[in-house]
Nanobody, 114 residues
Framework: VQLQASGGGLVRPGGSLRLSCAASASRFSVLALAWYRQAPGRERESVATISAGGRTNYAGSVKERFAISRDNAKNTVHLQMNDLKPEDTAVYYC?????????WGQGTLVTVSS
């Protein structure tokens, strides 16, 4: 599985961004998908996950602001980020899992600054 993330950029506090991750996978619909982020000097952390069945889960720091979704017809996963804060600044990675196997995208930088 190859993952290609896009949509990062510079945004002011309170703004919005939508990240996308396109996957090359013959059975995309069975994959569990997730977005992680890694800020400078910090460990990579899970931001949002979505199961093959569509169940979602969020880190407490982004709940009510971020929304993960998947489009199985287009082999893509999205992360809608609203009300962005400076502490959301990080490189965001998409992740796919199936059983014990996991794949990572290359990361896309999100900078929240005035």
């Amino acid at each position: 599985v190859q993952l290609q993330a896009s949509g990062g950029g510079l945004v002011r506090p309170g703004g919005s961004l939508r990240l996308s991750c396109a996957a090359s996978a013959s059975r995309f619909s069975v994959l569990a998908l997730a977005w992680y982020r890694q800020a400078p000097g910090r460990e990579r952390e899970s931001v949002a996950t979505i199961s093959a069945g569509g169940r979602t889960n969020y880190a407490g720091s982004v709940k009510e602001r971020f929304a993960i979704s998947r489009d199985n017809a287009k082999n893509t996963v999205h992360l809608q980020m609203n009300d962005l804060k400076p502490e959301d600044t990080a490189v965001y990675y998409c992740n796919a899992r199936w059983g014990s196997a996991a794949w990572w995208g290359q990361g896309t930088l999100v900078t929240v600054s005035s």
